[in-house]
């Protein structure tokens, strides 16, 4: 898989030294580090993948430039997500290595691909770069239910005109962007003095054409993002007064009080917050906030586990009154005490024939006892709420902090606040997965609405490390997608209210409580061209990368077939 070019013509061309491959994979990765936070330097990422593609032009590769590319890509996913393993020593010693060996896959993925595209199919590099990256950045944000955190086009989360064209093609149109000015730059021969052995010097004619490439290439971009910024939002009197309660307790499976005293600490901040007010629209509380305290869910056909010396109808009389004693509860705090509907993350407990199946749950209490609404997580997340192949090997899930693993949910669930606003709710990091959350608020639609996402997220996980930045940044391409705009509220930050550009109008502390009350607008706003149609952009250049990588992987075995049964020798 090391070379792409034909085998006629192989054995002449120059091959690149190891060094040199292990120089130009180590820069991208470390270039590439620095333009994501804690560092967030996001000039780099626009030569970030300089070394990778110079990789992908050079003539001959050695055999081992596809663990030395694998290896760059480990170094760059270890040091990104260094914060994933904080909460547990499972986690850190598998969780986070594997998750991490699964990601740097991707790196030599998109440097054969790519090499298989500019050298067997001759497409120029400019062209063929950005659209293996970005087929592979979906593959990965699809397979093995997906992993969207870290595009490329997520480094440049702050220049929000470049951003805009999100709500074309999704997220993924900007990183075709950078990718496709880094190509053209090494096409254009920028970097060519520092390859060995350096490849066919471009004319001065083709410089020129890469150069008016990242003209045009930036114009349109910047052009339709300023474009889509100048578009004033419908004014409107009427506002939603949201409450986003931040706690600051870090998730910790050693400390068996930790439930008792988030939910003691909620309970104090909320009280705080409504002492003096009662306008409150909503209140927000983060992802499993509710401590000890749980949904019962209890199906007909429930059965006492093995081991309890009491009758089916004992068993099901006691759930129910912890599930009425639950309700109670909650209705006293919208009620009685807040005076305001909530929205609060807890964990649903479902008792049937098939056991006790859990659900991360986002439960919404109105006022008046009037029906409440619940929305289970549907996407739970690798190596923390569900271990892959842990269906076929539940012994896996003892490595983890989570036991047997969460249930997914049955699908989205539109929340109606009053006459005007519709919430569309997602837990944790399912805000990171674009297809996800555009499907949540494609089935939550309502044009005469105000349509608002939500994310519930316990960010305890990772102890204030840059994993909250990067969850941040996803939020805000959520709603620059789907021009819509986004409240947060997490548990140790950040708790955030985004607009529908995906500006960042506030954000609470990193660590620390605080309430924060927001007052956004009524308007409504017609779907975007990335609601109406997903990704046909990104799609149908996943579908060409691994068309690509079936050629890579069958070509050889064809040739090699061909010269056993013709007797000679293989020409590589």
């Known amino acids: 898989m090391n070379d792409s070019v034909p085998p006629s013509d192989n054995a002449a061309l120059p091959t690149m030294s190891l060094r040199c491959v292990a120089g130009w994979s180590l820069f991208s990765a470390i270039a590439l580090y620095l333009a994501f936070p804690p560092v967030g330097l996001w000039p780099l990422a626009w030569i970030a993948t300089f070394g990778w593609l110079a990789i992908v032009r050079a003539y001959r590769l050695p055999r081992r430039a596809g663990l030395t590319l694998y290896a760059s890509g480990a170094i760059f996913w270890l040091a990104l997500l260094y914060g994933v393993g904080n909460s547990h020593w499972a986690t850190r010693l598998f969780g986070w290595p594997t998750l991490c060996a699964y990601l740097a896959v991707y790196t030599p993925l998109f440097v054969f691909t790519c090499r298989t595209a500019v050298h067997r199919f001759k497409i120029p590099l400019v062209i063929a770069a950005p659209i293996c990256w970005v087929g592979w950045e979906f593959v990965r944000a699809h397979f093995a239910t997906g992993f969207a955190v870290g595009l490329l086009g997520h480094t440049q989360a702050a220049q929000l005109p470049l951003i805009q064209i999100s709500n074309l093609i999704g997220a993924y149109g900007v990183s075709f962007v950078v990718l496709a000015v880094a190509a053209a730059l090494v096409d254009a021969g920028v970097i060519d003095r520092w390859i060995r052995p350096q490849t066919t ?341 996943g579908i060409a990368v691994l068309v690509l990588l079936g050629i890579n992987l069958i070509c050889p075995w064809l040739r090699k077939r061909k010269t056993s049964s013709s007797g000679g020798a293989d020409p590589q």
Not at 358 to 365: D, G, H, I, K
Not at 392 to 406: A, D
Not at 470 to 495: D, V, W, Y
């Open 201 to 541: 010097q471009p004319s001065m004619r083709y410089r020129i054409a890469m150069l008016a490439t990242i003209v045009v290439a930036l114009a349109a971009t910047l052009g339709y993002g300023w474009n889509q910024l100048s578009i004033p939002a419908a004014r409107s009197s009427q506002t939603l007064t949201a409450a986003l309660v931040q706690g600051s307790i870090d998730t910790s499976f050693e400390d068996p009080t930790q439930g008792e005293r988030t939910f003691e600490q909620y309970v104090k901040l909320t009280d705080e917050v409504t002492r003096d007010r009662d306008d409150l629209d909503i209140i927000l509380w983060p992802e499993t906030t509710m401590g000890n305290n749980a949904l019962i869910v209890v199906d007909e056909d429930v059965e006492v586990p093995p081991g309890l010396t009491m009758t089916t109808e004992e068993y099901r009389e006691r759930l129910v009154r912890y599930r009425d004693d639950y309700l109670a509860m909650l209705d006293v705090f919208a009620n009685r005490r807040w005076r305001a509907p909530l929205l609060l993350g807890t964990s649903t407990l479902r008792y049937g024939r098939q056991g006790m199946q859990v659900y991360n749950s986002a439960l919404y209490v109105p006022l008046d006892q009037a029906p409440q609404l619940r929305y289970d997580k549907t996407h739970p997340v690798m190596f923390g709420e569900y271990v892959p192949l842990g269906d076929l090997f539940p012994w896996l899930y003892q490595l983890t902090p989570m036991g047997g693993g969460l249930t997914p949910g049955a699908g989205p669930v539109a929340i109606d606040v009053g006459d005007r606003v519709r919430l569309v709710p997602c837990i944790c990091f399912e805000n990171t997965v674009p297809h996800l959350v555009r499907r949540h608020a494609a089935v939550a639609a309502d044009p005469t609405k105000t349509e608002i996402l939500v994310t519930l997220t316990n960010d305890g996980w990772f102890w204030g490390s840059s994993v909250l930045d990067l969850h941040l940044i996803c939020a805000q391409f959520r709603s620059a997608e789907l021009r819509k705009p986004m409240l947060i509220a997490a548990n140790t930050g950040f708790s955030a209210w985004i607009d529908r550009s995906g500006r960042l109008l506030d954000v609470g502390p990193r660590q620390q409580t605080e309430v924060m009350v927001v007052d956004i607008p009524l308007d409504t706003a017609p779907p975007t061209i990335y609601q109406r149609f997903g990704d046909l952009f990104a799609g149908t250049w």
